[in-house]
Structure formats: structure tokens, C-alpha cells
T-cell receptor
Framework: GAGVSQSPSNKVTEKGKDVELRCDPI?????LYWYRQSLGQGLEFLIY????????KSGLPSDRFSAERTGGSVSTLTIQRTQQEDSAVYLC?????????????FGPGTRLTVL | GNSVTQMEGPVTLSEEAFLTINCTYT??????LFWYVQYPGEGLQLLLK?????DKGSNKGFEATYRKETTSFHLEKGSVQVSDSAVYFC?????????????FGGGTRVLVKP
């Protein structure tokens, strides 16, 4: 079946603009994660959604970052007033049930460049 | 806090050589452990995993054993191929204090030359 998909694949924006990144998880997966991959910081957790529970936002680096998940499926990560340090590859992953032993399946990522 | 440490690369070796990438973790409890691989131009994909102590994960000729006594999950392959050139990430999941999110090591770039 289809894997995790993300759009856009590349996004170039100017400093101060807002951006929205989209993630479509694998159908039937109840858990959805956002991570960020950057040269200086490696792979970092951002936010986690599990079913109808309140999301775990503990990895969001600032209040300019927010995410929502509508209908338990598609998720959107929004970055307001982008800064150059936000440049990174943003990865989305999903897993079947959010269990500690579940495999997380990753999308291809969105490469964000802030000029 | 919880952390995963893996050896820095790049690691350059010849085809058919033996590969080891060290990985250790620091956590409260015993998390599930994973190795993910990122081939050039592709996304992260699971290579193997182990969910409890003494478990061995294996896939594509790679193996890693969950060693509780040394808090390690070293990745090994007896005879690498050029197609194994990639970046390898060790990750810990289900670490109690960290919820279900993965904590990644810094990644190890491996280059296999013919």
C-alpha cells in the first residue's frame, strides 16, 4: 500500500513568511510524528499525535511552530515568521498504534529553505 | 536526559569488508532500539529493531543485539556491498520519560568502495 507522503517536497521562502507543511500518514495508522533533520542538530523530535489524545508538543522549538491533525489522518505543520535557522528537512512518520515497540514509517520529507 | 550515541563517520571501507557501527543509549528503563538507514536521495527506512534485552534484530545481512549490560545496540555486517553505502541512524523508542518518540543518534555515513 501507499506509504507516508509529504508535500511539498521542497519549499523556499523568505524570512518572516509563514509556511505550511503537509503529511498524509499510512491509512489506519493512529500515531503520527513530526521530526526535523538539520545539519547542526541531527534528527530531532517535534510533535506527536496519538488518536484523539492531546498531542505531545514537547519538541517544538518555539511558539512559532504549531501542528494539527484533522480527522485523525492528515497533519499540517505550520511555521510562522520563518527564520533562517528553521531551514531543515521536516520529516513525518506514522505508526500503527503508537506503541513503544511499533515501527515508525517515514515520509520522504519536505526540504525547507529560508532565505 | 535520554540519549543515543553512535560512532561518528564517515566510515570508508572496501567491498566485502566487515562493518561495525557502535551505538549506546542512556535511558530510564529499557527502550525498544532501532537502526534506520537513509540511502542517497531516499527517506529514512527501518533496517532492524529489537524490543527487549538479548533480542537480535537482523535484515539484509545486518545484525544488532540488544545488550542490556552494556546498554548497546551495535550494528554489524560481515561482508558489505557498494549498495550498503548510506547513512545509518541508531534510535531509541519508548523510553518511558520520552513517551513514544524516537531519540536518534547523530548518524554514521558509510561509504563502500568497489
Amino acid at each position: 500500500g501507499a506509504g507516508v507522503s509529504q508535500s511539498p517536497s521542497n519549499k523556499v521562502t523568505e524570512k518572516g513568511k509563514d509556511v505550511e507543511l503537509r503529511c498524509d500518514p499510512i491509512s489506519g495508522h493512529t500515531a503520527l510524528y513530526w521530526y526535523r533533520q538539520s545539519l547542526g542538530q541531527g534528527l530531532e523530535f517535534l510533535i506527536y499525535f496519538q488518536g484523539n489524545s492531546a498531542p505531545d508538543k514537547s519538541g517544538l522549538p518555539s511558539d512559532r511552530f504549531s501542528a494539527e491533525r484533522t480527522g485523525g489522518s492528515v497533519s499540517t505543520l505550520t511555521i510562522q515568521r520563518t527564520q533562517q535557522e528553521d531551514s531543515a528537512v521536516y520529516l513525518c512518520a506514522s505508526s500503527l498504534a503508537g506503541s513503544s515497540t511499533d515501527t515508525q514509517y517515514f515520509g520522504p520529507g519536505t526540504r525547507l529553505t529560508v532565505l | 536526559g535520554n540519549s543515543v550515541t553512535q560512532m561518528e563517520g564517515p566510515v570508508t571501507l572496501s567491498e566485502e569488508a566487515f562493518l561495525t557501527i557502535n551505538c549506546t543509549y542512556t535511558a530510564t528503563g529499557y527502550p525498544s532500539l532501532f537502526w534506520y538507514v537513509q540511502y542517497p536521495g531516499e527517506g529514512l527506512q527501518l533496517l532492524l529493531k529489537a524490543t527487549k534485552a538479548d533480542d537480535k534484530g537482523s535484515n539484509k545481512g545486518f545484525e544488532a543485539t540488544y545488550r542490556k549490560e552494556t546498554t548497546s545496540f551495535h550494528l554489524e555486517k560481515g561482508s558489505v556491498q557498494v549498495s550498503d553505502s548510506a547513512v545509518y541512524f541508531c534510535a531509541g523508542g519508548g523510553i518511558k520519560a520520552a513517551g513514544n518518540k524516537l531519540t536518534f543518534g547523530g548518524g554514521t555515513r558509510v561509504l563502500v568502495k568497489p
